[in-house]
């Protein structure tokens, strides 16, 4: 599939988003099923089943609490992840940043640092909503310092909240304000 600059709908400088679609979901399957890729997530306890991850897609698509994007390399135009805003509250105006790159041989690039604050301008100044907020188990070091680097604060800790690799882990939570309201 060849992309251009314009079927994109966020741009950064080595990345982009385009709107996640159904073709897109059986990379994902693949990914949810390297353990490697899932070892500190929620994600990966069983296996992924194509068919029910189309029918979730759908449903979260037509809700208006969720707003899933494809990463693009600029430079390969190749998928590589997923990213998005869950549980968006219209009322309390914040939501979930959730992201995750699958192709391990673009870990530690700088990608997900990008698609996170283009997912913050675009929440903030496109949606209007009043703060971000994002969680990760305690060992997973990439996340934590994606949002630290990008001047979360850290809300609280969830003393063993997720159980993996046969041992409790902490969960960590950070949240973001947007500033121009305060
Ligand atoms: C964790 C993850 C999101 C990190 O993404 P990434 O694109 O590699 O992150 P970045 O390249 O923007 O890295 C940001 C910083 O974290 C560092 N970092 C990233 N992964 C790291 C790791 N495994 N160990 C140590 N540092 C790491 C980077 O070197 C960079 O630090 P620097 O700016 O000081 O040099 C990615 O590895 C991933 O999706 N993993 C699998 C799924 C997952 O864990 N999703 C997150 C759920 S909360």
Redesign the pocket.
Known sequence: MLMNNQDFFLNGEKIALKGLEESDLELIHN?LNDSD?????F?GDRPKNLGVMKEEFQNRIKSNENIEFAIITKNEKKII?WAGLYEINWISRNGEI?????E?E???????????SLLIEYAFNKLNLHKVW????IE???????FE?LKFFEEGIIKEGHFRNGQYYDLIRYGLLNKKEN
């Open positions: 990914w890729v899932t070892r500190l997530l994600q992840g959730r992201f995750f790159i699958g391990k673009f870990w530690k690039k700088g990608h997900t640092t990008e698609v996170v994002g969680g990760a188990n997973n070091v990439g996340s934590i310092r994606v680097k």
